[in-house]
DNA sequence: GAGTCTATCTCGGAA
DNA sequence: TTCCGAGGTAGACTC
């Protein structure tokens, strides 16, 4: 594993670091007060304060303040970073191409500077999504109800992708919308956009939300468009098999 | 500045440091090679891979991969973390209430530790060039317009610090917000925070946003909210002199 | 490239 | 607290 660290650099130091941190592509994390600019698809500037810096090897550019999750100044993967002096202060730059972004960093006072070259071995799984929730009521149709049969998956609209499209045992077009989570006016709403779409072709048309809960609100506006709700949970096991389609059905 | 590293520590020196770092609320960075598992909204395992690990004084937990903006596990602002040993393995443990989060990160092998405590935000945006900023308009205060006298300064509110209170000639209280870089519309949002603060309790309440200068966005803003800029320019020299008082104006 | 959709979205504001 | 909308959403996927 290597690693470099250095406490309090001087500025001359510091820049040295940093030029060799950036060109041998390291993970590199700064504790420093500094101001940041920016200007792209917005535009902001940050005043003088201790911070987080962060780059990473794929061109990742994040400032931290002391709170929060999200960085208060970034840059996504692949921008170009560079570092310079500028009339004795010591720039952080990075640039993204299309969208022309910018952001700039000046590093007043350094108090640490450590980069290394880390390699990342194993993926993240995550589960409890919609695509598991579809692929639970493709192979057991009866948690809808009874006579449920799936007809098509992802099926395209001008409204978007409905998730699942299917009939009931009276042969009734059946418009399933699939929520993760507790479902809100959103979803209702988006639900509602693709019933319209067929109910001015055809009669006979159900609207279906599927979620673990909902919202009151949601609820209301749910039943005042005579739709309907189906309160199932995302199954919560891991999966190895993630190929399951809609062969079986067609 | 206090800013503690640790390079390569033992097992029993990171639990130590991490325990000490948690306990003072630091903000903690982390290199390690480690695995982690999440389980709440949804559920998640990470094999073992070298990371970067950040715990900030709100309790935001994050874990970053070499790539991509976004943490690959983390925990939102208030969750709880603490540091364990189980069976000689060294853990790390941030917990979420409502809803019930958790994330749990074996360190197999700690690169480095570091951690410190950013002196607090108000004081940050107080240091360097606003603070100056504030000096000269106290010690000149026909610079915001002629009659306008200074009350107070930094005085607190519900929602932060004032720079400067004052009134103008009419008596009419006057809420100053400095920059000392190019306003945005969050300074805006700031002031207006401020004067909202007042304006339910009397009228005649001036907000005065001033800065070297303001973004398009944050002006339109600022006008719709009936608020108004001053440009002023920063002063260039840093002062060595910052005991300036409002005592020669009370 | 542009467009669409998901997300442990995060975050701030309002009820 | 929950709910709702905005975001420099980011990131994955399709066309």
Same mark, same amino acid.
């Not at 780059?55 to 960085?71: C, L």
């Not at 109800?145 to 699942?164: H, K, L, M, N, Q």
């Not at 319209?196 to 055809?202: A, H, I, T, V, W």
């Given at each position: 594993? *290597?690693?470099?660290?250095?406490? @309090?650099? !001087?500025?001359?130091?510091?820049?040295?670091?940093?030029?060799?941190?950036?060109?041998?592509?390291?993970?590199?994390?700064?504790?420093?007060?500094?101001?940041?600019?920016?200007? =792209?698809?917005?535009?902001?500037?940050? &005043?003088? =304060?201790?911070?987080?810096?962060?780059?990473?090897?794929? /061109?990742?550019? $994040?400032?931290?303040?002391?709170?929060?999750?999200?960085?208060?100044?970034?840059?996504?993967?692949? !921008?170009?970073?560079?570092?310079?002096? %500028?009339?004795?202060?010591?720039?952080?730059? !990075?640039?993204?191409?299309?969208?022309?972004?910018?952001?700039? #960093?000046?590093?007043?006072? #350094?108090?640490?500077?450590?980069?290394?070259?880390?390699?990342?071995?194993?993926?993240?799984?995550?589960?409890?999504?919609?695509?598991?929730? /579809?692929? $639970?009521?493709?192979?057991?149709?009866?948690?809808?109800?009874? &006579?449920?049969?799936?007809?098509?998956?992802?099926?395209?609209? !001008?409204?978007?992708?409905?998730?699942?499209? &299917?009939?009931?045992? @009276? /042969?009734?077009?059946?418009?399933?919308?699939?929520?993760?989570?507790?479902? /809100?006016?959103?979803?209702? %709403?988006?639900?509602?956009?693709? #019933?319209?779409?067929?109910?001015?072709?055809?009669?006979? #048309?159900? &609207?279906?939300?599927?979620?673990?809960?909902?919202?009151?609100?949601?609820?209301? $506006?749910?039943?005042?468009?005579?739709?309907?709700?189906? +309160?199932? +949970?995302?199954?919560?096991?891991? *999966?190895? @098999?993630?190929?399951?389609?809609?062969? @079986?059905?067609?």
């Amino acid at each position: 594993m *290597k690693c470099r660290v250095s406490e @309090n650099p !001087s500025r001359s130091e510091a820049y040295r670091l940093l030029e060799e941190g950036i060109r041998k592509r390291s993970l590199i994390v700064i504790l420093a007060c500094c101001s940041a600019s920016y200007e =792209g698809r917005a535009r902001s500037s940050l &005043g003088a =304060g201790e911070r987080l810096i962060v780059i990473k090897p794929d /061109g990742t550019f $994040m400032v931290h303040q002391d709170r929060k999750v999200d960085p208060v100044n970034w840059q996504p993967p692949r !921008s170009r970073c560079r570092v310079y002096m %500028k009339q004795k202060s010591l720039f952080l730059e !990075s640039i993204r191409r299309s969208p022309e972004e910018r952001l700039e #960093v000046e590093l007043h006072e #350094v108090h640490l500077i450590s980069f290394y070259l880390p390699r990342d071995m194993h993926e993240l799984t995550v589960s409890g999504h919609e695509s598991d929730m /579809g692929d $639970m009521i493709i192979m057991h149709p009866h948690l809808i109800e009874p &006579g449920f049969r799936p007809v098509a998956r992802e099926y395209a609209t !001008s409204s978007g992708f409905i998730d699942i499209l &299917g009939k009931d045992e @009276n /042969g009734s077009l059946m418009i399933i919308e699939l929520k993760s989570r507790k479902a /809100g006016v959103s979803a209702v %709403k988006q639900l509602r956009r693709y #019933v319209d779409e067929f109910r001015d072709d055809q009669v006979g #048309v159900r &609207g279906i939300l599927v979620a673990p809960s909902i919202t009151h609100d949601a609820l209301e $506006m749910l039943e005042d468009e005579g739709l309907e709700f189906r +309160e199932i +949970e995302p199954p919560r096991e891991l *999966k190895s @098999n993630r190929g399951v389609t809609l062969d @079986n059905f067609l």
